[in-house]
């Protein structure tokens, strides 16, 4: 079992950023990747970014490219998402997940989740 907990979320001016962590604890392995998705209200849920747990491969959603920055620290067993060049449409509740599998797999575990509200 794997447990996610994140935080840094809040309200920012379009233009601004925010960075978003997640705490992972349970049993995490090297070939695991971390994951960051997002759900506007009257949207599905949809993929930001992913890394490995090694920190080997990264995938970001075009949406997303050039202006957020995932990453991880495994001394802290810690995954964060540097957001930069807010939008308005970047608004949306923040979930933190980890894969058995691919960055671009099927996430397995899921956090509780961080609203992120982007004023124009």
């Known amino acids: 079992q794997v447990q996610l907990v994140e935080s840094g979320g809040g309200l920012v001016q379009a233009g601004g950023s925010l960075r978003l962590s997640c705490a992972a604890s349970?049993?995490?392995?090297?070939?695991?990747?971390l994951g960051w998705f997002r759900q506007a209200p009257g949207k599905e849920r949809e993929f930001v970014s992913g890394?490995?747990?090694?920190?080997?491969?990264?995938l970001y959603a075009d949406s997303v490219k050039g202006r957020f920055t995932i990453s991880v620290d495994n001394a802290e067993n810690t995954v964060s998402l540097q957001m930069n060049s807010l939008l308005p449409e970047d608004t949306a509740v923040y979930y933190c997940a980890a894969s058995k599998a691919a960055v671009g797999g099927r996430y397995d575990y899921w956090g509780q989740g961080t609203q992120v509200t982007v004023s124009s």
């Open positions: 349970g049993r995490i392995f090297s070939s695991y990747a």
């Open positions: 890394i490995k747990w090694s920190g080997s491969s990264t």
